[in-house]
């Protein structure tokens, strides 16, 4: 059996802990990318709340819990640099077209980023509209004027962040699937009862 042919999506989080709009993110590109890819990533702007070994096993928990087969994680691609992942990219898939995905709230970073001609020439820019982040058409603009393919995709994610639940940790912003490994390792100061 052949698996559909089409563009790969790459998605790097520092699933700081993954949330619920992680979830709806992974989802979301599954239902327009033949393949989801994704791993935890050291990002050189954000002081992280835990080990990227421990941000991989809380990904993968998720990734697990939505079990589709052409969701993967792939570890390997891991890089605080957009430039080194797509390297390895395209190593692993030199025939594909690859979209990079990021979130509307990242969209004015890219100019600031490692090579980021390079990184626009490497791969298609997969931007997911953020709830609480509209897409600002400066800032589209610009990546354009860098030689920058930009998809803006159909997804509306909601406005669940990482950075809130580590200043003020809730059982109920972390996904079911993602809680056990949160409290058997005592991550994020989470306690059972809240």
Do not use: C
């Amino acid at each position: 059996m052949t698996h559909p042919s089409g563009p790969i999506a790459l998605l790097g989080t520092s699933a700081d802990p993954p949330t619920y709009g992680h979830e709806a993110l992974l989802t979301g590109l599954l239902t327009i990318f033949p393949k989801v890819v994704t791993w935890a990533s050291d990002n050189p702007t954000k002081s992280h709340g835990e080990s990227l070994h421990n941000r991989h096993a809380l990904l993968n928990a998720l990734v697990n819990a939505i079990a589709n087969p052409r969701l993967k994680i792939i570890q390997d691609l891991s890089s605080p640099w957009t430039i080194t992942t797509l390297e390895k990219a395209v190593e692993i898939w030199p025939e594909e077209e690859l979209v990079f995905v990021i979130g509307s709230d990242l969209a004015e970073q890219i100019p600031s980023w490692e090579k980021p001609k390079a990184v626009l020439r490497m791969a298609r820019i997969g931007i997911a509209p953020r709830a609480g982040w509209p897409l600002n058409k400066k800032h589209l603009s610009t990546l354009q004027s860098l030689g920058g393919r930009i998809d803006v995709l159909p997804l509306q994610i909601p406005s669940s962040a990482s950075s809130q639940i580590r200043l003020n940790p809730k059982l109920s912003e972390i996904p079911d699937s993602v809680l056990p490994v949160v409290l058997e390792q005592n991550l994020y100061g989470v306690r059972e009862r809240q």
